[in-house]
């Protein structure tokens, strides 16, 4: 069984410019959810997909936007890089939901993004 | 708000001594909660999960947790340590809102090992 993949493992770019990365769900998961850990920090949770549409969203503009494709694979779109995007990105897929079951997620490895 | 506090930063034990990392939760209804391992570079394995039922829950690696609501912990606990444990640990707490506002995380607690 694979595991989530992200696509690039490292990725450098300047202010202003837009990035996209991406994110293959583990088999059998329907649900990407994407989140920004800054160096020496907890993850922070960005948004959600399901069924292609964005179920979740935390506190972060409307420059981070994503997409959910029908093989449940995803991207996470940022315009206008900021210094302040630096970070690593995760990506974590989720199983269908079974009722009275949290959602686990299962994380990928990463993409860490430099915005010089 | 859901929030999550790791009070310790750092953390260093003697190989094969026992373990506990402190985790304390903020949730407004039912938590879900759960233990990862990140090491350096990596991006984040599940250790243990809580979601109901007996509020001691064994995990991967020989890690249990022990969900106390009347404390509002959920501590990590070895009872002793590899070289290979040493790593970023996060502790977080989700709903039963279907993930959509997703994982709220702790700021992480670094553990080292000593020989």
């Known amino acids: 069984e694979t595991g989530v993949t992200q696509s690039p493992t490292h990725l450098i770019k300047t202010r202003g410019q837009q990035v996209t990365l991406r994110c293959s769900s583990q088999?059998?998961?329907?649900?990407v959810s994407w989140y920004q850990q800054a160096l020496g920090q907890g993850p922070q949770f960005i948004f959600q997909y399901y069924r292609e549409e964005e179920n979740g969203r935390g506190n972060f503009p409307p420059r981070f936007s994503g997409l959910q494709f029908p093989n449940y694979s995803s991207e996470l779109n940022v315009n206008a890089l900021e210094l302040d995007d630096s970070a690593l990105y995760l990506c974590?897929?989720?199983?269908?939901?079974?009722?009275?079951?949290?959602?686990?997620?299962?994380f990928g490895p990463g993409t860490r993004l430099l915005v010089l | 708000a859901q929030s999550v506090t790791q009070p310790d930063i750092h953390i260093t034990v003697s190989e094969g001594a026992s373990l506990e990392l402190r985790c304390n939760y903020s949730?407004?209804?039912?938590?879900?909660l759960f233990w990862y391992v990140q090491s350096p570079g990596q991006g984040l394995q599940l250790l243990l999960k809580?979601?109901?039922?007996?509020?001691l829950v064994q995990g991967i690696k020989g890690f249990e947790a022990e969900f106390k609501r009347s404390q509002s912990s959920f501590n990590l606990r070895k009872p002793s340590v590899h070289w290979s444990d040493a790593a970023e640990y996060f502790c977080a707490v989700g709903g039963s809102g279907g993930g959509a506002d997703g994982l709220t995380f702790g700021k992480g607690t670094h553990l080292i090992i000593q020989p």
């Open positions: 809580y979601f109901s039922g007996d509020t």
């Open positions: 949730y407004g209804a039912t938590p879900y």
């Open positions: 088999s059998g998961h329907n649900t």
């Open positions: 974590a897929s989720s199983p269908p939901p079974l009722a009275g079951v949290g959602e686990t997620q299962y």
